[in-house]
Each structure stands twice: as C-alpha cells, then as structure tokens.
C-alpha cells in the first residue's frame, strides 16, 4: 500500500509551533492518512466532502482536490461527488469547489474522448458493453470476438479501474487461457503471487486450475486479446470480486 508522508507542518510551521506541525506531519497525515481500513480514495473522497461542508476553499482544498485525482477520482466522479454533496451542505459551496475541480481536472478528457483515444491505439475494436459477463466485473468492460471458430479470440477492453473477478479456467484435458495486450496498461495476478503489470506487447500464458484476475489499472484503459486454449469439457469457475484493498495497493 502506498505510504502517504507529509512535512508541510514542519516546513511552515516547525519553528513558530512545533507541537502543531508534529500533529499534522506525524499524526494526522502519518497515521490516519495511512490507516487501512479504508483505501485512500474513499479517505479523499470523505476529505472533498468535509472541506466542503466546511466552506474551506483555500490553497487547501486545491490540495485535497489534486491528491483525490492522483488516487484515482476521475473528472466525473468529481463531479458527481461535489453536485451531491452540494444539496446537503449547499449550493454556493458547489459553485465554489467547482472552480477550482475545473482547474484540477481540465487535462482529463472526457470519458468518450478517452474512449476514443485508447480505439486509436490499437487495430483491433473496442467492441460492444460486456453485458453477458457484467455480474463478474467491477467496472465496465467490453467484447469484440474477433474469432468463434477453432480457436476463440476476443478483444477484452477494460475502462481505468475495471478488473474481473478472480476466476478458474478448467478442463479435463489442454485448455486454459491465453492474454495477449493490445492498448493501454493493466494487470495480472495469480493467487499468492505479486500482481503484474501489463503493457502492449507483453503475453500471459494462464494454466487450467490457477485462480486469477486481469484488469486495468485505475489510471488507464486496457485491452487485450483472449484466446482461448482448446480443450475437453472446458469451463470458467468464476469467483469472489478482487477487493478495494488489494487493487488499491497497486501502484
């Protein structure tokens, strides 16, 4: 898990009130912020709320703003959080924090812009809502199926953030799973070892009978090609959801 580590306090304020950077640098920021009960974008999530509530829209919540967007909150997550946010605490506080999330995120493309940008990366489609196989996916996927006959191939693209639960290929004899990545950056990981992150280019040869999961990473679209293995009596065990906690750790 990422280690947050702060010395704003010392830095302004070590000389004039120690006692008050030590809570702040070594307390606040050291150990709650790196508490794990809850990931860090659900504690920068409740941090752009209580700052809002608050009516605090200094240098501050610029700050909060920033650090929720490197861990993962997307433009219209944003979005989303301050406009609901903004019938509880008020709405003049939604305007207020709206000016400075516009300056935050205004490198972020929109959600069909990166869409069709990620398209553009790779020769093969995006294809359609993953409809048949959403109840295993946190997040949205799609499939293109490139190939039914003889040996199955699908494009399998993943928006930031989406994985597949952890699933068991299995056969009674050949089978398994090959990923081929086309675009983007993602991962995988097998039960009981590191994660692996996945770039264009890079081939995971996944044996019957492994637990796994694939996905994207929280920052990046993902596609790769799945061919599957043939084999007799082939069937996927598909499992529990790869939790917050473990996909928030990765880097």
């Not at 294809?127 to 959403?134: I, M, R, S």
Request: proline share 4%; with cysteine; glycine share 10%.
């Amino acid at each position: 898990m990422e280690k947050i580590v702060q010395t704003a306090g010392k830095l302004q304020l070590g000389d004039f009130a120690p006692e008050f950077a030590h809570y702040n640098d070594d307390v606040l920021f050291g150990e709650n912020w790196n508490n794990q009960d809850i990931d860090l974008k659900t504690r920068c999530i409740v941090t752009m709320v209580a700052l809002m509530a608050s009516g605090i829209t200094d240098s501050s919540l610029v700050y909060h703003l920033e650090n929720a967007k490197a861990h993962g909150v997307t433009k219209a997550e944003a979005a989303a959080i301050i406009t609901h946010a903004a019938f509880y605490v008020g709405w003049p506080k939604g305007w207020a924090v709206f000016r400075m999330a516009k300056d935050v995120w205004k490198d972020e493309p929109t959600d069909g812009d990166a869409k069709a940008a990620h398209a553009a990366e790779m020769v093969f489609p995006i294809g359609k809502p993953n409809d048949g196989f959403a109840q295993y996916f946190i997040g949205q996927s799609y499939l293109a199926p490139l190939s039914t006959s003889q040996v199955g191939i699908f494009n399998v693209t993943f928006e930031p953030g989406c994985r597949n639960n952890w699933h068991i290929h299995h056969a009674d004899k050949g089978g398994g799973q090959i990923l081929i990545c086309v675009a983007g950056r993602g991962y995988y990981q097998e039960e009981g070892k590191e994660a692996q992150e996945l770039r264009p280019g890079d081939v995971v040869n996944i044996p019957v009978g492994v637990k796994h999961w694939h996905g994207a990473a929280k920052d990046s679209w993902f596609s790769h090609l799945a061919v599957e293995v043939p084999g007799e009596n082939g069937s996927n065990e598909w499992l529990e959801a790869v939790d917050d906690k473990t996909y928030n750790s990765l880097k």
